[in-house]
């Protein structure tokens, strides 16, 4: 998975999503996605659950053709508090100070 990839949303393989048990949601888009993403370009959105530090996190992403690159989206690292190292080519814990 690329680490800066100016992506707004993350993206999988459809492929390897449904061979994981997912499937895109038949009832539309989540909240706060752009309508005109899906009509107009005709892709499948759905919920996955991401599991970090053996934790379940419910989040929707992308359903990409069978063999597209895999895509970290913008909104999954901020909302997953990582941080991409251009260096390595990977995602990394942003240290967070709460004040």
């Known amino acids: 998975m690329k680490?800066?990839?100016g992506a707004r949303y993350t993206r999988l393989p459809g492929a390897l999503l449904r061979q994981l048990g997912?499937?895109?949601?038949?009832h539309g888009?989540?909240?706060g996605w752009p309508m005109s993403l899906v009509y107009q370009t005709g892709l499948k959105v759905g919920e996955v659950k991401f599991r970090i530090d053996e934790e379940d996190y419910?989040?929707?992403?992308i359903f990409g053709a069978?063999?597209?690159?895999?895509?970290l989206g913008e909104w999954s690292a901020k909302g997953f508090?990582?941080?991409a190292d251009?260096?390595?080519?990977?995602v990394i814990p942003m240290r967070?100070?709460?004040l």
């Open 3 to 5: 680490a800066s990839t």
């Open 22 to 26: 997912w499937a895109p949601d038949p």
């Open 29 to 31: 888009l989540p909240w």
């Open 58 to 61: 419910p989040h929707s992403i």
């Open 66 to 71: 069978d063999d597209c690159d895999p895509v």
């Open 81 to 83: 508090v990582l941080k």
């Open 86 to 90: 251009e260096d390595k080519q990977c």
């Open 96 to 98: 967070v100070i709460y």
